[in-house]
């Protein structure tokens, strides 16, 4: 028994779990798909604009810089799993590291991306707030690699940091153990057609709010750039429904859909805003609070109550149909803007390399974690095991860490 781990997945459960193996003086090598470290909470925009709203999405930041910093963490960006063999002394796993096309001496200037002349650019900053702030380029959209006739963001690097001639190499790295934490993916907005999306350019879902938010420190229409004056919010956009995506509770959409309401009322306590929802669970913070926080102010409605569409109403607007509370007739509400609160599934449990892990798929899809597979060194951890917000995600997977079996123990 080695004391190396290996983890696949950087979000908050993969890197609250290299960050406790790292302390008690394991040598962790954690392999994430992306570009950046951070998961999900990367694209997920901080809520608290007067005072902190313990959202959680500064936590992933911070995590990931730490580990970045950590020397007996190596982090491989890019990379998947390929195979991995157990043999007597643990597993041996094969990871391909894909080409970024640009060296660790990026500084983040963002001077490429002006001179890209490609739609949409081929190469880009990472995703929201993840780390590191390392660009890359997408080979698929780039004109050097499809016509061998630009450079443009060659030319105006001053680092010298782009480095066309990067290639994907495989690497073999040994370990006693493995936490698979691949995390999980939104559920589409779009998946629920009745609800105008994809359809009405002004129904947004809440992954889009995230980086509006993110982009513009406030909610803006697509349409028009516009800040809107009447918004509604919707909540179990997905979830809770087998017809409509899953039939469980993605648990953490209530606690970011208030947090978000709040939000938008502190950057402009003019809107008028109606937050529709089946029944509030806010996770870890007493409902009356938001309750209480929502009659106070005199322009927010808390509507207890599933719309059942939306349409296309005069000069922009949208139109919300909706039953009242007691179901004795429908109303139709105008909105300049409506946010779909989607909820998720688990990610990468149905895969070869999950399979070959021996990691087994439960009833409603999520990886099963168990006594038996951490016997074998195998530990599951975050959302991709059950719905969880990041506080839990991290909190679990500090727990799952000490559960790791190490031939040396250094306190730190
Ligand atoms: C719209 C939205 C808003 C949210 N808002 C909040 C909020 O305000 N507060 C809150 O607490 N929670 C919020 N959440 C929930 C939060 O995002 C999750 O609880 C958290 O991200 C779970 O962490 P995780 O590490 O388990 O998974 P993830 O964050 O999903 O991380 C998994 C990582 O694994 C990587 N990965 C996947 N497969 C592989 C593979 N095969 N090889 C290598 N890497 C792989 C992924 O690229 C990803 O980086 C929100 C979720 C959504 C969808
Ligand atoms: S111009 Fe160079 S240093 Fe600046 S972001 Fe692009 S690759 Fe990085
Ligand atoms: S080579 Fe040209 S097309 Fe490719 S990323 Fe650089 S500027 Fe964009
Ligand atoms: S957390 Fe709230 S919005 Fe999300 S599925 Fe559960 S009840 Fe619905």
């Known amino acids: 028994m080695t004391n190396e781990v290996l983890i696949i997945g950087g979000g908050p459960a993969g890197l609250t779990a290299a960050k406790s193996l790292a302390d008690r003086g394991a040598n962790v090598v954690l392999v994430e798909r992306s570009e950046s470290l951070g998961g999900m909470a990367r694209e997920l925009t901080c809520k608290g604009l007067v005072e902190c709203r313990s959202c959680g999405a500064c936590f992933a930041v911070d995590r990931a810089s730490e580990i970045l910093k950590e020397p007996s963490v190596e982090v491989l960006l890019m ?167 899953v039939d469980y509770c993605s648990k953490f959409c209530c606690k970011y859909a208030t947090k978000i309401s709040q939000l938008i009322m502190d950057v402009d306590p003019e809107v008028n805003l109606d937050f529709y929802f089946m029944d509030l669970r806010t996770l870890h913070e007493p409902q009356d ?48 803007l409506v946010l779909l609160s989607v909820g998720m599934r688990p990610q990468g449990v149905s895969t070869d390399l999950a399979g070959s892990l021996g990691i087994k798929v439960d009833e409603r899809g999520f990886a099963k974690a168990s006594a038996d597979l951490e016997a074998q060194g195998i530990h599951v951890v975050g959302a991709v095991s059950e719905p969880m917000d990041i506080e839990e995600a991290a909190v679990r997977a500090a727990s799952a860490a000490t559960r790791v079996k190490l031939t040396k123990e250094v306190a730190r």
């Open 79 to 245: 990379s998947e799993v390929i195979s991995v063999r157990k043999g007597d002394a643990g597993y041996e796993a094969k990871v391909k590291v894909s080409p970024r096309y640009v060296t660790d001496d990026c500084i983040g200037c963002g001077k490429c991306v002006e001179a890209c002349p490609v739609e949409g650019k081929a190469i880009s900053p990472p995703k929201g707030t993840g780390q590191p702030r390392i660009h890359w380029i997408d080979k698929r959209k780039c004109l050097h690699f499809k016509k061998g006739e630009c450079a443009k963001c060659a030319d105006v690097c001053p680092t010298k940091a782009i480095d066309f001639e990067d290639r994907a190499t495989n690497v073999t790295r040994k370990a006693a153990s493995i936490v698979y934490a691949t995390g999980i993916e939104p559920i589409g907005a779009c998946e629920v057609s009745r609800l105008g999306c994809g359809v009405l350019e002004d129904v947004v879902s809440s992954v889009d709010a995230e980086r509006i938010l993110n982009e513009k420190g406030r909610l803006v229409r697509p349409s028009d750039g516009a800040a809107p004056k009447k918004v509604a919010v919707i909540q179990c956009v997905g979830s809770r429904s087998v017809k409509n995506g």
């Open 289 to 336: 609070e938001f309750k209480r926080w929502a009659k106070d102010k005199k322009t927010v409605r808390l509507i207890r109550s599933m719309p059942s569409v939306i349409q296309p109403g005069k000069d922009g607007k949208l139109v919300v149909k909706v039953a009242t509370e007691t179901d004795t007739e429908a109303q139709e509400n105008e909105y300049d």
